[in-house]
């Protein structure tokens, strides 16, 4: 039986193209940090939080798609809660929003 474990990641309060590089090779190595651990406890979920960012643009949406494809892959499910209406109006705009929280997930 495969127990859900969740732990608490989360993004910066700014995310902006110039960064952006930065801050998914922060991002990416705390995700596959995350993951390994909680495949080794059994678990099967992390969680993104999007509550301190403040300041982004659309390199937000690329980090959070590449975040979602590096936790699929890690066989590990990805959660991403408080995120900032202007976030969630970018992404539905984008097309992405369905990809990043599905419907079932509160945000």
Do not use: C
Not at 12 to 26: D, E, I, K, V, Y
Request: aromatic content about 4%; overall charge neutral; glycine content about 4%.
């Amino acid at each position: 039986m495969k127990l859900t474990t969740t732990t608490m990641l989360k993004l910066p309060n700014s995310t902006r193209m110039a960064h952006a590089g930065q801050a998914w090779t922060a991002l990416q190595a705390s995700l596959r940090a995350e993951s390994m651990q909680i495949r080794s406890a059994a678990g099967s979920a992390m969680t993104l939080s999007a509550a301190d960012l403040k300041d982004f643009d659309s390199s937000a949406l690329s980090l959070l798609l590449s975040a979602k494809r590096l936790s699929v892959a890690e066989g590990v499910e990805l959660k991403i809660v408080d995120v900032p209406a202007q976030l969630q109006e970018l992404a539905r705009v984008y097309g992405v929003a369905d990809l990043l929280w599905p419907a079932a997930v509160s945000i």
